[in-house]
């Protein structure tokens, strides 16, 4: 009995269609998909080991080991070796993730149409688990890894500061990364948004058609609260390092939150001299939208404030750094300046996106260079915590890219705009990053300072 069988995938197509919650997830998809083995040993051809999943609204409609005619018509091709799959089966990477890096191949269909189905996979991921654990006997999913309580090296909360440095023998070690940031951001955050014009953007806004007007309301409008969120959940983030006595961090990190705080301003000029409105803005909030930023991302930087562990700390920067600023902030930014850029219009909020991609730019690598020293001083559990809460979070921060298109339809968006832009974007900038930190599990701290200052 193997994994991509026959009987496999008969065992699969009976707990699919078994499960509720399958049904439910799966309701709008409509296609057939190919799950192929990649390096297969009994491989002839190029289509031969994988199975095909003729998958309708919910339903299975059948399952077998894949023939060439079935590579070709099917919807979806996902491909990955043996080890990769055992990977997700076994619950140790989430599949959208594993698609993200990489992991899993498409090598038929698009990303963004696959976007829309993240619950569906997950769903069908978690049956394939149930039916590769019965048929084939695989591990359960590890519980410990993916718990949010695990807790290494828990230190009791200080009450008393570590010494001064400043005075001491120490001084300021100039040559450590966080100070070659905080000499960046000194030299290029120090830009003033009220001095930005927007007297041309006003005209340029007032002919937009009222579509784009709304996508660029929409899109403001999630900046504009990410802004303020990150604005207002960094503090915890900050107490600890000083708690910490990293001195050189503590300096770089008030550039950070000024630099937060002006993007907040930022934006709420553009919706006062530019866009001119007045009422309320939450409605552009989509439902994974409000999860990441009401509640995930206040509960993992809160929980700085009682818990300090090095795991505590990599779950708040991994949902602060790498899923709100690098998946989101950044992704988002890029793709609204180059909007503004190709069609020539709005150079006051041009000049905003390209300032404020240059801000997250250090913070990300303030985030990467954080993540890498946490695997440095305390190993694999916390390299285990980041990866399981990208794992987390990765499924909702796509989903919102695809919740903020669901508005318009799909042969007439605004701009031209594809979300596959965006995924593309991000996913190319996440991979890069999540290698850059795993790197870190066989270096040195001395290596960790040495990452460029700017990346
Ligand atoms: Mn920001
Ligand atoms: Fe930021």
Redesign the pocket.
């Known amino acids: 009995m193997e994994l991509f069988s026959d009987v496999w995938a008969q065992a699969l197509q009976s707990a699919l269609r078994a499960s509720e919650s399958y049904q439910h997830a799966a309701r709008g998809w409509e296609g057939a998909v190919v799950l192929d083995w990649s390096d297969a040993p009994s491989r002839a051809s190029t289509n031969d080991c994988g199975v095909y999943l003729d998958l309708w609204h919910g339903d299975c409609r059948v399952a077998r080991v894949a023939t060439s005619a079935d590579y070709a018509s099917s919807r979806y091709v996902l491909s990955a070796d043996m080890a990769s799959w055992l990977t997700v089966l076994e619950g140790r990477m989430a599949p959208t993730t594993a698609i993200l890096r990489g992991k899993i191949k498409l090598k038929r269909g698009s990303l963004g149409g696959l976007m829309p189905h993240v619950s569906a996979a997950t769903e069908l991921v978690r049956v394939a688990q149930t039916v590769s654990r019965d048929v084939y006997g695989a591990t359960e999913p590890n519980k410990d890894i993916a718990a949010p309580n695990v807790n290494i090296r828990v230190t009791e909360a200080k009450t008393q500061r570590a010494p001064l440095q400043s005075t001491s023998a120490i001084g300021i070690r100039f040559n450590l990364f966080p100070m070659r940031l905080w000499e960046k951001a000194k030299r290029l955050g120090i830009w003033n948004p009220a001095d930005i014009d927007f007297s041309q953007d006003r005209m340029d806004w007032q002919r937009l058609a009222p579509d784009e007007q709304d996508m660029l309301l929409r899109l403001t409008s999630l900046f504009q609260a990410?802004?303020e969120s990150?604005?207002l959940e960094i503090l915890p983030l900050l107490d600890v390092i000083a708690r910490e006595g990293r001195l050189e961090e503590q300096l770089y990190l008030t550039s950070f939150l000024w630099?937060?705080a002006k993007?907040v301003e930022a934006f709420r000029r553009f919706f006062d001299h530019v866009a001119e409105v007045t009422g309320d803005l939450t409605h552009y909030h989509s439902t994974s939208y409000r999860q990441l930023f009401t509640d995930e991302l206040p509960a993992a930087m809160g929980r700085l404030r009682t818990d300090r562990s090095p795991i505590a700390q990599a779950r708040a920067s991994v949902t602060y750094n790498m899923i709100v600023?690098g998946v989101l902030?950044e992704t988002g930014y890029h793709v609204y300046h180059r909007v503004l850029v190709e069609r020539g219009i709005m150079p006051g909020m041009q000049r905003v996106a390209a300032l404020?991609k240059a801000?997250?730019s250090r913070?990300l690598a303030y985030g990467i260079f954080l993540l890498s020293r946490l695997v440095v001083e305390h190993g694999d559990p916390v390299w285990q915590a980041i990866s399981s809460r990208m794992d987390e979070l990765l499924p909702g921060a796509i989903q919102i890219i695809n919740e903020a298109f669901a508005a318009y339809p799909v042969d007439h968006r605004p701009f031209n705009l594809e979300p596959e832009v965006f995924v593309q974007f991000a996913m190319t900038q996440f991979q890069r990053r999540f290698d850059r930190i795993e790197r870190a599990r066989r270096q040195s701290i001395h290596d960790v300072h040495a990452l460029e200052a700017m990346e």
Do not use: K, M, S
């Open positions: 990410g802004e990150v604005t630099e937060e993007h600023e902030a404020l801000d997250e913070h």
